[in-house]
């Protein structure tokens, strides 16, 4: 066995919380480093599902020796995909919380479309969520803004991976993060005008941030609203949230005005569900293989071999010229064809999907985070046939998919 091998333990976790979504995943270091991370924490089923969730999660983590997430990722602005977050936050220090940036018009109109109203203390979050985050009990030591991405802005993945230093256990910064300017439009965000750079940063566009060289977090926000609405609709919407931060504004008044103009400009569009982060996870480069793997359901091991990357999508869309921007971006570095864990789009959902799209991803593991006890009926049907040759799992208010890996990096 040659000195220049690097073994790390790769442990994920898709949690049965019926109809959310909340997975995490640990990677440690055959030296004693290791990083946890979360991606998405709420259910719209029992809080108490999501209770217990969090609590075998904390028992993972104190056997991994992980005592903070260093990542935690917030998809979009659901309920069911953020119930959990006050709980989580309050449970664990969180070193990086990853959040899609949206200007605070195209944040208002998530709240329209919700039915958050002025009154309600969640409304807070949409106007300034970096203030109402860190307003919740616990700590939170850093909030990482992710742009709008194109295809272009994609990060090349070197042959081989970056060699960094590797740091002793009392070196807790184990993340390289490729930061970047604000972008204009956060000119007169609250997110901005609120908070210090040292708590609130943005990530570059096409930015991922690196653990020891070896491992990748890819994340990609597709805000395709902005391009849909027209400059006048923009500079109206912005107007309005402009003045949401007057105290002599009537909030409810405002928000109304806002309303109308939305409904007018869009009619019965239902945006928010094209509004949500996708993250890879996985290996740089191409020297990282599986020496041995367990999960809870069978799983085909030699193709596991070296396709292990996930591909966490929250409740995004990949129809049409959605599915052709999401290929672009993630080709680089052939990051799609590393993808073996792959989570379907919007619990399976009919609306996010389209015919043939599994042949285009080929997982290994297909994993549908849903009830179908409940009213909304996912997985739609039609979405769990396509998914079907590639293993589908159902993680749901029982069953979840648990995942445990050796790796070696040559």
Known sequence: MTSDRKFFK?????WPVGQGLFASGIIKFNQGNAISWVYDCGTVSSQTLLSNAIKNYEGICQGFDVSCINLAVLSHFDWDHISGLTKLIATFRVKILLLPYLP???????????GVTTNDPFFEFFVDPVGYLRGLDGEIEEILLVPPSSPDDAPDDPIEP???EEPDDTVERLIKVDYAEPPDEAGDDPVIGSHGSASTR????GGRLQFLGFWEFVPYNDAEMAGRADAV?????????????DEKTDLDDCLEELKRLYEFKFKNSIQRNLISLFLYSGPIGNNAHLSWHRANNYINTNRMYNKFSQMHTGDGTLKGEYWTRFRNFYHK???LEKVGIFQVMHHGAIGNSEDGMADRLKPIVSIFSSNPATHQRHPDAAVLRDFWPYHPVQVDDEMGFHYFGHIIRQ
Request: charged content about 30%; cysteine-free; proline content about 0%.
């Open 10 to 14: 790769l442990r994920l976790d898709w």
């Open 104 to 114: 605070l018009w195209q944040r208002l109109i998530l709240a329209i479309e919700q």
């Open 162 to 164: 970056i060699v960094l």
């Open 202 to 205: 943005f990530l570059a566009r």
């Open 233 to 245: 609709f923009v500079a109206d919407a912005r107007r309005l949230a402009q003045k949401l931060k």
């Open 333 to 335: 570095g052939r990051r």
